[in-house]
């Protein structure tokens, strides 16, 4: 029955996921658009410039906005993703710190100063 559960939310995550295909190229391309506005604004050194990369700016913001069916998508692959590390019995773990033993003092200090108040 827990397979049967899983092929089913498989299926309706890669389904929502290939109906957003289009949107999501488009938030791409509209990120895409955004990053390079930024870039080009730091860089530019007249006022008409900067001027210009704000419209620019502002026009892959709304080129975003318009393409907000592709957050949908980005959901479905990874609520796919996560269906599939659950059929693969895998753990689902997200953590925003690394496990690398680090050089930095304070890091090691910190570590051990936690083993000690155990």
């Known amino acids: 029955m827990k397979k049967f559960g899983?092929?089913?939310?498989?299926?309706i995550a890669a389904i929502v996921a290939l109906a957003?295909?289009?949107?999501?190229?488009?938030?791409?391309?509209?990120?895409l658009i955004v990053?390079?506005?930024?870039h080009f604004y730091l860089k530019g050194g007249s006022t008409f410039r900067k001027v210009l990369w704000v419209g620019v700016g502002i026009f892959g913001l709304l080129t975003a906005v318009a393409n907000v069916?592709?957050?949908?998508?980005?959901?479905a692959i990874i609520g796919l993703w996560v269906v599939v590390r659950k059929w693969n019995q895998q753990p689902v773990m997200i953590s925003t710190s690394s496990n690398v033993s680090s050089?930095?003092?304070?890091?090691?200090?910190?570590?051990?100063?936690?083993?000690?108040?155990k």
């Open 6 to 11: 899983l092929i089913v939310l498989g299926s």
């Open 20 to 31: 957003n295909l289009g949107s999501l190229l488009g938030l791409a391309i509209s990120a």
């Open 35 to 38: 990053y390079a506005a930024m």
């Open 69 to 75: 069916p592709g957050f949908f998508g980005i959901l």
């Open 103 to 117: 050089s930095d003092p304070f890091t090691n200090f910190e570590k051990q100063w936690n083993e000690l108040n």
